[in-house]
């Protein structure tokens, strides 16, 4: 094909009439109507003088037009670079440096701040509204709704992901059309994706989640999306009887628990909820069940390989895992420092190699080879085992391992047994200084209804858990800090307690 990605999860759909976007406000957007904008802004970004290969930076609120900037970028050839709309100025200056990125496209109220870093690299600045104004609007207004496909390869770059960064430097994953292009198609199947599907999208859309898992499998069956800017709460409620799947994080999930309107009768239509990027609460799992009917179907994804694992959509969804290996994924658990392969139910690194698995890091070579193994296999950092039946658990982040007195505790087995205390809503263990053990265990708690007894907490603790799993300290805060994607940020929980036994 002239261009796998295009030819395959658009092309299809470039007359069809049909809804793909439901908006929040009552209007519909048609696939034919969608590709024709995706057309007129291909025309805009070739005029801007972007050719195949070049990186197309976008910092832009969720809208039908931002996804089709996505569209025209994939129908051109540019590679499409999406940005946390939360990032500052000094933030998206490093990911336009560093990409190289030819064309800076933001919101017009960001244009003041984001003006200086665009002429510091050479790239043109334009802007998009969420209602589809602003200067590249306007440059594509008129423009023809066709566009000749760029021809591409499989092999061609279709996307740069920037990882967050959390230990140095974000490192740009580079992503192809095989890449995208595979894991759409597998989990379109593997889901039971059709046409006569109807998504709750209310997913960000500059993150791997809501853009390549949830809009590329849309646009692969022919379905629509119900496309809302955010989650909101009201509008879920509304939306779900109108719809057949959501993808979402766990907090999505906790929160329509928190409402006596989300029952059995409201998703009656449902036929899948999936949740990722974050792990979900047992107990969450439990209430979701009991109230709705359904069972929440858990994966497990990453910024440079998109979904590697999946719980069966026909089968026992068990909680506290993430299924098995996706058709045509292999996963393996192995020794941190050796490499070897564990055996089954032993705690070690995963790695996965497969069609998903991206080509490298933008511009670091080291780093590449650092993580990526010559044959195939990516080290992933996360720490996980694979249990007698085939199921893989993730137990932590590598970098959250903790060593407290020459032992290692893997936090997630310390959480699970907090979580499950009276008075604990929600827990994250880490790892803090300490002048004997060179780290110590730390259990920091969100506390519900009356709030946790501390001192029978710790007593369970010492029933339960070998000494040195023990938190040598238990702390209360308000609530955890998470990223966008719901997943707790514990370099902030280190680096605020961090003095915690050494000052």
Not at 92 to 108: E, H, K, Q, T
Not at 307 to 313: D, F, G
Not at 448 to 469: F, H, N, Q
Request: negative net charge; glycine residues 10%; aromatic residues 8%.
């Amino acid at each position: 094909m002239a261009n796998p990605l295009f030819d395959t999860l658009f092309g299809p759909h470039l007359d069809r009439d049909t809804p793909f976007l439901k908006l929040a406000d009552g209007a519909s957007v048609t696939h034919g109507d969608f590709l024709r904008m995706a057309a007129r802004f291909a025309h805009a970004i070739t005029d801007a003088g972007l050719v195949p290969g070049d990186r197309l930076a976008v910092q832009i609120e969720k809208s039908p037009q931002a996804l089709a900037v996505y569209a025209a970028c994939v129908q051109a050839g540019i590679v499409f670079l999406p940005l946390n709309t939360a990032y500052t100025a000094s933030e998206i200056s490093y990911f336009v440096g560093n990409s190289g990125a030819r064309l800076l496209l933001c919101d017009p109220r960001r244009a003041d701040a984001l003006g200086p870093v665009a002429e510091e690299f050479a790239a043109r600045l334009m802007t998009l509204d969420a209602a589809g104004g602003g200067s590249f609007a306007e440059a594509a207004g008129g423009k023809p709704e066709t566009f000749e496909t760029a021809a591409r390869d499989i092999g061609d770059l279709a996307a740069f992901l920037y990882t967050s960064g959390t230990t140095g430097r974000s490192k740009g994953a580079m992503l192809t059309q095989g890449n995208l292009l595979s894991n759409a198609e597998v989990l379109t199947t593997h889901w039971g994706f059709t046409e006569d599907d109807v998504l709750l999208h209310m997913l960000p859309i500059f993150h791997t989640h809501g853009l390549f898992v949830a809009t590329n499998i849309m646009l692969l069956c022919g379905g629509a999306m119900i496309f809302h800017p955010k989650f909101d709460l009201d509008a879920a409620i509304e939306a779900l009887p109108r719809a057949t799947a959501m993808m979402g994080v766990p907090t999505f999930y906790t929160r329509l628990l928190s409402d006596a309107r989300f029952d059995r009768d409201l998703v009656r239509g449902m036929r899948l909820f999936v949740s990722g990027s974050a792990p979900l609460l047992a107990e969450t799992h439990v209430q979701f069940e009991q109230r709705s009917g359904h069972r929440i179907l858990e994966r497990y994804g990453m910024t440079e390989t998109n979904m590697n694992t999946s719980n069966p959509y026909e089968g026992d969804r068990r909680a506290g895992t993430v299924g098995f290996p996706l058709p045509g994924v292999e996963l393996q658990v192995c020794d941190p420092q050796t490499g070897a392969p564990l055996p089954q139910g032993e705690i070690g690194v995963i790695e996965v190699r497969g069609p998903n698995v991206f080509e490298g890091y933008w511009q670091m070579p080291e780093k590449t080879a650092e993580e990526l193994r010559e044959n195939g296999f990516f080290i992933t950092g996360d720490l996980g085992r694979i249990d007698e039946d085939g199921y893989v658990s993730i137990v932590g982040r590598g970098k959250d391992l903790i060593i407290s007195g020459g032992f290692n505790v893997y936090p997630k087995e310390v959480e699970l047994l907090l979580d499950e205390q009276d008075g604990v809503l929600e827990s994250a263990v880490i790892g803090v200084p300490h002048p004997d053990f060179g780290e110590a265990v730390v259990g920091v708690l969100v506390p519900s209804g009356s709030g946790p007894d501390i001192a029978a907490i710790e007593a369970r603790m010492g029933e339960e858990l070998a000494r040195y799993k023990q938190p040598k300290k238990l702390l209360t805060v308000e609530e955890l800090p998470r990223n966008t994607m719901g997943k707790v940020q514990k370099n902030e929980l280190r680096a605020r307690f961090k003095d915690l036994f050494t000052s």
